[in-house]
């Protein structure tokens, strides 16, 4: 591709544009608009030290807040709306080649009559000149030169420069032509063959549990059952055995085939998806790929493969790589990579969405000769690599979402051998179960994707992800490499993430291509809602037709999507306020085009796979830098031109700004919590006890993730002060229905226990599975097998508690807490 020259920053190459050129814009005061060509030389350095991504814990600050200073001035730039003399009606111009960033903003600022920069005081908004907006390009990026300035791809890789990181160059693929044996002409056959057959494809979601599976057993009504089971006292309406038992077969029926069509779904490519759940309980879409599977010659690949085990050389791995996914060349930094995997070397990867990286593992899977684990954050994820996976590997999941029978199924063909590649999610390491059937399994490689989230210095942190430590990975499940994935870290989010992964510096692949089709821009904004119905209205945004907004709040999702719709607008608000099933739908209609757009707040996103988003538009500011680029990033996957403006005003600033540390917790709060785990006169060292998130929450004014983030850390640390057990619901409601209480009681210990720890309510005995669990010495997994074998389960599990074993209690006080949580 072309490059631009560095001035003009705003010329966009070799990009076909999605719509006809907007026309030319008008100068305009108000306007400040670094029209940016992501390829960048942005100034990261003071970015970050300024706003890094925040860690989840980070002290609190002094209550003492440094006096702000009153606004410079407060009306600093003329708002053209409310100016009707402004000519510059329009306060939204996206600036081609000819409007310079460098040249607007000291416009700009003189214009704006700024008497102060706007930076100098901490709590004032920065000067525009120090915001993450202008993104320059960056040539040296292109070259081998080393001594490249900072960069920032938008939607790619943000990273700072690192002393101690040896950045590996992207290598320049020079590959030989492969030689010309029967490859060609079978791989055409091969093609030919493609359009006439469509070959059932082995990595269907649930192709792992036999379609033969039986169906849960129906019991007879006359069966023993002598003791019927709710969670959380949702049987409490079921008081009749009839209906109970007609409701909970449904239920239960329903949930296993639900997952069963959804088999069918995927199995059958193309047809309609139903929902699935994520470890977080949320609803994803699953859909089939639809008729692009390539059929492949098993011996060919076999013996393509044997080569690769004799020698991986490129010529090796590219006969593989065109026997088995039927490319041509590998891209940028996957050959790179894909050997080093195969030499044994764990890697750190940092390649932009949409790059390539599954190949870097999937190739090497087919090679090794035991599993490869790809621990994924989401169901959505895991199912669309899944279905990547090329015709000739073999692959599996473990999700919450599965049945008992399904997880068995998995594991059973993990032992024989029928799975090349697994994906789980980070939950599952909690569960001993799942580590103990890797003792007879040979783990070849253990892929992370979406690594960042292993870093508390990242946008997406994850208090799971903390438990993958290369000691874990190494020790736990044998696993001889790591390749942790990533397409936005900044420098101190990789940085902690090879630290915890132990990866040497020296195993860094990065392959950063700049993403030069979007355009970015940013305006002051004094009435953002007025700008924004405004900006909508005009070229280009008004001929998007797929837009994602971008809040802060959840209230200002529902209020900018009523809006929206009230101004005949197609729009949709997504936020995790909104029940899981109805956020999956919107997610389905925005990819089936259906609406035009989302109005979310971060938790739309990831998982995300919808190539022609044509503009994102910042309704509030973003937390930090890497935030906004991967936001920005979901733009435009397609190549195409797209746009992403964001609006800028104090009262947001300064909002965002004092919530950076509503993630903190403060020494007292902390004590309080290890007051409540460990000084309990119940909770000595062996017992089980459990916190409701919700209301542990809010008691202790922390957010969840903060909680488990300090949870995990008692775990994880020095000393194992406790262990994390699976999340579970762990309310239960017995109705004794056949049998009397104490005659049962008399024959199972575990009735007996239950009755000297429960409530009596109504006719129904009402008891906690931890206390019970302390009392009979059983396991809570024991004990929740146990009681299904009395009754069957039915609950709706609205409230997660977490559950924990005390393993340590001496001491506990002496920790300095902060000491330990407190990153840098
Ligand atoms: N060497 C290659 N040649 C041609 N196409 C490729 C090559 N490698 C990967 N692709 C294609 O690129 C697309 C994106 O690949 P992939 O999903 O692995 O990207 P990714 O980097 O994992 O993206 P994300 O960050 O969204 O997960 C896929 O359609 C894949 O088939």
């Given at each position: 591709m072309d490059s631009d020259s560095d001035s003009d920053g705003s010329h966009i190459s070799s990009t076909p544009p999605r719509h006809p050129p907007p026309p030319s814009p008008l100068p305009s005061r108000r306007a400040l608009l670094s029209t940016a060509k992501s390829r960048t030389q942005a100034k990261y350095t003071s970015i970050t030290s300024t706003k890094s991504s925040?860690?989840?814990?980070?002290?609190k600050p002094s209550t003492k807040q440094p006096k702000k200073n009153p606004p410079s001035n407060p009306k600093t730039l003329e708002n053209p709306i409310q100016n009707p003399q402004n000519p510059y009606s329009s306060p939204f111009q996206i600036h081609k080649n000819d409007t310079v960033s460098s040249e607007v903003l000291p416009n700009l600022t003189k214009n704006a009559s700024c008497s102060k920069p706007l930076i100098q005081n901490p709590l004032s908004p920065p000067k525009f000149s120090d915001l993450p907006f202008?993104?320059?390009?960056?040539?040296?990026?292109?070259?081998?030169?080393?001594s490249s300035g900072e960069v920032l791809p938008a939607g790619g890789l943000c990273l700072s420069k690192f002393a101690s990181f040896s950045k590996t160059r992207k290598a320049i693929l020079n590959l030989e032509p492969a030689e010309a044996d029967s490859i060609e002409p079978r791989l055409a056959q091969q093609t030919e063959k493609k359009e006439a057959v469509v070959r059932k494809h082995p990595n269907l979601i649930g192709s792992n549990v036999s379609s033969s599976l039986p169906a849960k057993k129906v019991k007879c009504v006359n069966e023993g059952n002598f003791v019927r089971l709710n969670i959380n006292g949702y049987g409490k309406k079921f008081a009749s055995k009839f209906k109970r038992r007609n409701s909970n077969s449904s239920s239960g029926k329903k949930?296993?085939?639900?997952?069963?069509?959804k088999v069918g779904v995927v199995g059958k490519e193309g047809e309609g998806g139903n929902g699935l759940?994520?470890?977080e309980g949320l609803v994803v879409e699953v859909k089939g790929r639809g008729g692009e599977r390539m059929d492949f010659d098993a011996k060919l690949i076999e013996d393509a493969v044997m080569r690769v085990r004799n020698e991986a050389l490129d010529e090796n791995l590219l006969r593989l790589l065109k026997l088995t996914f039927g490319y041509d060349s590998f891209r940028d930094g996957q050959l790179e990579t894909i050997k080093m995997v195969?030499?044994?070397?764990s890697t750190m990867l940092v390649l932009p969405t949409g790059a390539g990286k599954s190949l870097c593992y999937q190739l090497p899977a087919m090679v090794f000769q035991g599993?490869?684990?790809?621990?994924s954050p989401l169901i959505s994820l895991m199912i669309d690599q899944l279905k990547q996976l090329p015709a000739a590997v073999e692959g599996g999941l473990l999700c919450s979402s599965q049945t008992p029978e399904e997880v068995l199924e998995t594991y059973k063909l993990l032992e024989e051998g029928s799975i090349k590649v697994l994906f789980v999610s980070p939950e599952r390491f909690l569960n001993s179960e799942f580590l103990s059937i890797f003792c007879d399994t040979q783990i070849s490689l253990v892929v992370i994707d979406e690594a960042h989230c292993v870093s508390e210095w990242s946008h997406n942190f994850r208090p799971s992800y903390m438990r993958l430590k290369a000691s874990l990975l190494r020790d736990r499940l044998k696993a001889q490499c790591i390749l942790a994935m990533t397409a936005t870290a900044t420098t101190k989010t990789l940085y902690s993430v090879m630290h915890a992964l132990d990866i040497p510096s020296s195993n860094l692949i990065q392959a950063v291509k700049p993403r030069d089709n979007l355009q970015l821009s940013v305006s002051l904004s004094e009435n953002r809602m007025k700008d924004l119905m405004t900006l909508l209205k005009t070229s280009p945004f008004s001929e998007a037709k797929s837009i994602i907004i971008y809040c802060k709040f959840q209230f200002e999702t529902d209020l900018i999507c009523k809006y929206l719709c009230d101004s005949n607008i197609s729009a949709k608000s997504y936020h995790s306020g909104i029940f899981a099933k109805e956020r999956s739908r919107t997610q389905e209609l925005f990819c089936a085009n259906k609406i035009r757009v989302v109005v979310a707040t971060v938790a739309f996103g990831m998982g995300l796979n919808k190539k022609d988003i044509e503009a994102v538009i910042h309704y509030s500011l973003p937390e930090s830098l890497e935030e906004y680029v991967q936001e920005i990033g979901r733009a435009g996957r397609d190549g195409r031109i797209s746009y992403c403006h964001l609006f800028f005003d104090d009262v947001s600033y300064f909002k965002t700004r004092s919530l950076m540390y509503s993630d903190g917790v403060d020494e007292y709060v902390v004590n309080k919590l290890l007051c409540q785990i460990f000084s309990d006169?119940?909770?000595s060292a062996g017992k089980i006890c459990s916190l409701v998130k919700e209301s542990a929450s809010r008691k202790f004014d922390m957010k969840e993730e903060v909680i488990l983030t300090i949870l995990t850390q008692l775990e994880l640390g020095e000393v194992q002060y406790l262990h994390l057990l699976p999340q579970m619901s762990v309310t239960c409601?017995?109705?004794?229905?056949?049998t009397f209480p104490a005659l049962l009681a008399m024959k199972d210990a575990v009735v007996a226990a239950i009755l000297k720890n429960s409530e009596i309510k109504d006719g129904q005995y009402i008891f906690d599975i931890p206390s019970v669990a302390n009392s009979t010495r059983l396991q809570v997994n024991d004990l929740s097998n146990h009681l299904q074998t009395l009754k069957d389960v039915k609950g709706v599990h609205e409230r997660y508690y977490i559950v924990l074993r005390i393993d340590a209690t001496a001491g506990y006080k002496d920790l300095n807490f902060p000491k330990i949580v407190w990153v840098d």
């Open positions: 925040r860690p989840i814990l980070r002290p202008q993104i320059h390009r960056n040539d040296t990026l292109l070259s081998n030169d080393n949930f296993y085939r639900r997952w069963k069509k759940c994520d470890e195969l030499s044994g070397k599993v490869t684990v790809v621990i006169s119940t909770n409601t017995l109705n004794f229905h056949q």
